[in-house]
């Protein structure tokens, strides 16, 4: 393999951000190389929904964004909608469904996704080279870039970093993005794991204990953020999207909130089966709504052994609090190994929201995961990795 010594755009990281922003430039008749230190491009997209890559999502806006800056993304998000990328699937005539809440996914395979993107980098403008280390990154006086590897050395009028955030570390994820926006003189948001289980501490693990592997849709809140989706016990704690959701507003030394009963009026239902159902036990009346060793689990931790015609008020209060607004205090989460997003990233504020280029350094980009911009789970990181790689790639 022999690079090439000049081009007008070299973009570091060839995942979703990266290949968008390669083809969309590309297609303006930009010399463009990207470079990355894997075997093979696109390989988080391979890895996503479970295979079938949830690419995007029906009801993307800027709400389902975490940013220092609220008001970043909106710019991106509206130049390149979740409407526009569903109809470069549809050129292609990749088969998708809908699954809840408006997730888009691939009805066969992820590969549909990466090969789409590939095909639309199918340029003479546009090279794609794996398993290439960056050893150094200079600004020349030119205003130009001097790009070190182990492959060589490139010369480029622009650079644009798409090296994503700390997840999946097991892919070979760095901190070479924020390394490079600190030699420029950016500033880095805090980054934590987000979109991450929790692990619990031994004693409340214990009030779960056998409960590993099941399941049962919850109203999850943690700072004033609910969702609404499943909750999935694991032999460290807890997961599922519910919990995934909150994972991103939680900060340690915080509890979250389960609303085990989000369905039912769990007051008035308790009063009904005191009288309706006098001699049975809040283990068996649970299980009317929760699965049976989850329903033993909580009449376990709420310590009602009598049966219904027997329970005094304050007990039923009890019950009550701990079905509707039940208090865990995770003592941390499983990192991230896990994580399926890095939360926080280089200060928006320091790049423009309609090319994301930095308002520090001339000619220089930042798009994707790296960038101080965090979606919700079900499409939405994938649906901004498209929208600010597509929005630089038209400026490059």
Known sequence: MSLPQSCDVVIIGAGAAGLMCALTAGQRGRNVLVLDHGKKPGR???LSGGGRCNYTNMYTEASNYLSSNTHFCKSALSRFS????QALVDKHGIPWHEKTLGQLFCDNSSKDILAMLMTECDLP????????DIQSVEALESERFSV??????IEASSLVIATGGLSFPTMGSTDFGYRIAKQFHHNIVPVRPALVPFTLDPKELATFDGLSGISTEVVAECNGTSFREALLFTHKGLSGPSILQVSSYWSPGDEISINWLPDVDVSRWLEEQKIARPKASLTTILCEHLPKRLAAALAGWIGEEKEASQWRRESMQRMEQILTECQIKPSGTEGYKKAEVTIGGIDTDQLSSKTMASRLQNNLYFIGEVVDVTGHLGGFNFQWAWASGHCAGLYV
């Open 44 to 46: 988080k997209i391979l």
């Open 82 to 85: 979740q409407w526009d990328f």
């Open 125 to 132: 403008s546009v090279t794609i080279e794996s398993q290439v």
């Open 148 to 153: 070190a590897t182990n492959q060589g050395t």
